[in-house]
């Protein structure tokens, strides 16, 4: 069995889907604690809850694959894009564990936004990092609603593979069929206490936040109080430029639950801590089905190595 070790490890969707794929996690560590409660709830292992920077790299063991993508906030481009960004840097303490530990792959997932920031010279930077310590590195763009999960989410996937291995990693091909809302949140029971009650800020309803039963969501954000509307809910009506207001009718929010499952969390998944926590921890994750078909493929070629 391969073995994984996870980096801003989060409630684990990234590496839940590895583990589906037939993966052991070893070792994670993460800075929210409500986010490693849950993922301890699924791996049965103990996570270090600490900053990454504080974390002693001889106290983390060897394995086949380092998961983490390393915190997109400052990359994004629905945010300031701040090229000073604390977070931007983070990915410097994840190559000197790279470096250190020598895995045969990396596998990371990111917002598309870190291509660009500073014209590009920042990922530039990043990928030649980590060339420096062995590695030759991969990124694929996709879109998740092309991947069976039931949402427009653009991310970028950063495979890094041990130069001395001499293979080039497959990405997932795309999938034909797409999975909508009504397959996703049909059969989910409402409950108030599962929604984000929160008033709608200018920010909201500077764009449409509805779509359809027989379309796929819009992107599922870390944020509660941004994420997008129930289907049932009245179409949004556009006003002038970057306003909407809401139609007539009940208005609500995905529940929580709701936007697990279009994160293609399985219903038996159980999150830590509070109603905003649940929704940061499910709009941080990358979708389990996606990481599924990534760690699908790079199994194939691990097997064929060790042959």
């Not at 889907?17 to 986010?35: L, P």
């Not at 915190?71 to 790279?98: H, M, W």
């Not at 001395?164 to 409950?191: R, S, V």
């Not at 949004?236 to 995905?254: C, N, P």
Request: hydrophobic fraction near 35%; aromatic fraction near 10%.
């Amino acid at each position: 069995m391969y073995t994984i070790v996870s980096l801003f490890c989060g409630a684990g969707g990234l590496d839940y889907g590895f583990h589906k794929a037939g993966f052991k996690t070893i070792w994670a560590t993460d800075i929210d604690r409500d986010s490693c409660q849950t993922f301890e709830k699924w791996s049965k292992i103990k996570v270090i809850n600490s900053d990454i920077n504080k974390v002693d790299i001889s106290t983390i063991p060897s394995s086949d694959i380092i998961l983490g993508g390393f915190p997109c906030q400052g990359f994004s481009l629905a945010g300031p894009r701040n090229t000073l960004d604390k977070r931007n840097v983070l990915y410097k303490k994840y190559v000197e564990i790279v470096k250190a530990k020598q895995p045969r792959m990396f596998v990371g997932e990111n917002v598309k936004g870190i291509l660009t920031l500073d014209g590009g010279k920042i990922f530039e930077q990043i990928v030649a990092e980590f060339q420096s310590v062995g590695y030759d590195v991969y990124t694929h763009i996709l879109n998740v609603k092309n991947y069976n999960v039931p949402q427009d989410r653009e991310r970028i996937i950063i495979i890094g593979v041990r130069k001395d291995l001499g293979i080039i990693p497959n990405f997932p091909a795309q999938l034909k069929k797409i999975k909508t809302l009504n397959d996703a949140i049909k059969n989910i029971k409402y409950e108030e206490k599962d929604v984000c009650k929160e008033s709608y800020s200018s920010r909201f309803m500077s764009r449409n936040r509805k779509r359809n039963f027989n379309n796929v969501s819009f992107t599922i954000p870390a944020q509660a109080k941004q994420v997008p509307l129930h289907p049932s809910s009245p179409d949004m009506i556009k006003v002038d430029k970057d306003l909407w207001k809401f139609g007539v009718g009940e208005t609500r929010r995905l529940s929580w639950r709701e936007a697990a499952a279009i994160q293609t969390f399985p219903k038996s998944f159980i999150f830590e801590g509070n109603l905003n926590s649940k929704y940061k921890q499910i709009g941080n994750a990358v979708p389990v089905k996606l990481s599924r078909l990534i760690a699908k493929e790079i199994k194939k070629q691990l097997d064929i190595l060790d042959k």
